[in-house]
């Protein structure tokens, strides 16, 4: 089994609606989770970042993390073609203060049709 | 601000060369990590370099190796080529602030091995 797991899809939606995305992991260490958006051939960019479980919101976009149920979630509200990417997503464990070390799920590919 | 910065951005070897891929980082972050990402998966953690000292290593065999330099940029090589090391090796930036290292990526090289 594999210590993060992410539907890749591909997924498609119309502009305007709500897109949610998904990840299940089985490492009970990680305490540090994150989504990062992948623009075709280039480096991910950081979108969001929580610590431990909860909500966070910015913008159009909100990650919950829930750890009892090992489980995280990204929002995007009122989708833009612009938003069309492969969706990261990423967590580590709180390893003596550092968490260097990343451990990514496979991607989500998200297409937003005009 | 200038990111992280990759060289080469392509390359393009044959089975058993020897490959050095460059990474300087964000300006004031101390820490650089390497991954692969191999097509249609996550990115896979190589190294992670602090002040001049490996911090991390993934599983990866001993053809990868890493340095960091004085001015904390640093070199990703691999000995002997294989097929299968063709992908996007990506250099990620982070301050190394204890609990809060939010890593920055730069925009890969691209590796083709023939």
């Known amino acids: 089994q594999k210590e993060v797991e992410q539907d890749p899809g591909p997924l498609s939606v119309p502009e305007g609606a709500i897109v949610s995305l998904n990840c299940t992991y089985s490492n009970s260490a990680f305490q540090y989770f994150m989504w990062y958006r992948q623009y075709s051939r280039k480096g991910p960019e950081l979108l969001m970042y929580t610590y431990s479980s909860g909500n966070k919101e910015d913008g159009r976009f909100t990650a919950q993390v829930d750890k009892s149920s090992k489980y995280i979630s990204l929002f995007i509200r009122d989708s833009q073609p612009s938003d069309s990417a492969t969706y990261l997503c990423?967590?580590?464990?709180?390893?003596?203060?550092?968490?260097?070390?990343?451990?990514f799920g496979k991607g989500t590919l998200l297409t937003v049709n005009p | 601000d200038a990111g992280v910065t990759q060289s080469p951005t392509h390359l393009i070897k044959t089975r058993g060369q020897h490959v050095t891929l460059r990474c300087s980082p964000i300006?004031?972050?101390?820490?650089v990590s390497w991954y692969q990402q191999v097509l249609g998966q996550g990115p896979q953690f190589i190294f992670q370099?602090?002040?001049?000292?490996?911090?991390g290593r993934g599983n990866f065999p001993d053809r990868f190796s890493a340095r960091q330099f004085p001015n904390y940029s640093s070199e990703l090589n691999v000995n002997a080529l294989l097929l299968g090391d063709s992908a996007l090796y990506l250099c990620a930036s982070s301050f190394y602030s204890g609990g809060t290292d939010t890593q920055y990526f730069g925009p890969g090289t691209r590796l083709t091995v023939l």
């Open positions: 990423a967590m580590s464990p709180n390893s003596g203060g550092s968490n260097y070390k990343l451990t």
């Open positions: 300006s004031g972050h101390k820490s």
């Open positions: 370099y602090y002040e001049k000292e490996e911090r």
